[in-house]
């Protein structure tokens, strides 16, 4: 699964890529490492507003949540989403039938090579454009003591490809990381159910995409992982053989 990514980008590049606004209040600044389990404000682009970058918290509230209680319980459930199953899945079964798609625009993403009893971080970007998007659905969640929409994103994630299969060597899952076509008609084309699932289950190829090994200060509870530092190679002996994790 993923619940770690970056968006090491400016403003400026960020609504250039997606030919997008972000809120004049944002004061948007870059982010080397967002955990999800801290809920994060991520800027999204959504299906019914493309031509805006919107501020929204990753873990998705399901529109029938019935109290604030639920929502902050069924949140950390929903930080991801199993492609293949959302039109089964009653957390995302609504927004997946209403259409409500969205890109999650990220630089990288972090996932972990278990080795025995070991685990080490790697980061994954992709190597022909520099700005990717994930894919997503978000969902609007009517507050019942406050009567506010509170909307919310979940990350969509496929089988892995060869290169993330063996980073990811427990789970081998990945992203759902978009092709610029496959990005277009995400948040554009009216897809049915088999043709949305169809475009979900292509991953993004392993000769386009980079990794390395990081130190594990992304895991820290003493040092602040959201810095520059923690983007940094780190060599470990015990992986110098581990040449598929490698891109």
Not at 34 to 41: D, K, Q, R, V, W
Not at 66 to 87: L, V
């Amino acid at each position: 699964m993923c619940f770690h990514k970056s968006l090491n980008a400016s403003a400026s590049e960020l609504e250039d890529r997606y030919q997008a606004a972000l809120p004049p209040s944002a004061g948007f600044q870059p982010i080397y490492h967002a955990n999800a389990y801290n809920l994060p404000a991520w800027p999204i682009v959504t299906r019914q507003e493309p031509g805006k970058l919107q501020l929204i918290r990753w873990g998705l509230i399901p529109n029938w949540t019935r109290s604030q209680d639920a929502a902050e319980e069924i949140r950390t459930k929903t930080i991801n989403a199993r492609s293949e199953t959302i039109y089964e899945k009653p957390s995302f079964r609504p927004a997946a039938q209403a259409g409500r798609r969205c890109l999650i625009p990220v630089t990288g993403f972090f996932e972990w090579y278990t080795e025995k009893s070991k685990k080490y971080p790697f980061y994954i970007s992709t190597s022909d454009q520099k700005i990717a998007s994930i894919a997503g659905l978000w969902d609007e969640w009517p507050d019942p003591e406050t009567g506010e929409l509170i909307p919310t994103y979940t990350l969509l994630t496929t089988e892995a490809n060869p290169l993330l299969a063996a980073i990811h060597n427990t789970k081998k899952r990945m992203p759902c990381v978009l092709t610029p076509d496959a990005e277009q008609a995400w948040l554009h084309d009216d897809l049915t159910e088999k043709e949305a699932l169809a475009l979900l289950a292509h991953q993004y190829p392993a000769s386009r995409m980079h990794s390395y090994s990081i130190s594990k200060r992304i895991t820290s509870r003493t040092e602040p992982s959201d810095v520059p530092e923690v983007l940094a190679p780190a060599n470990y002996p015990e992986l110098s053989n581990s040449t598929q994790l490698f891109s």
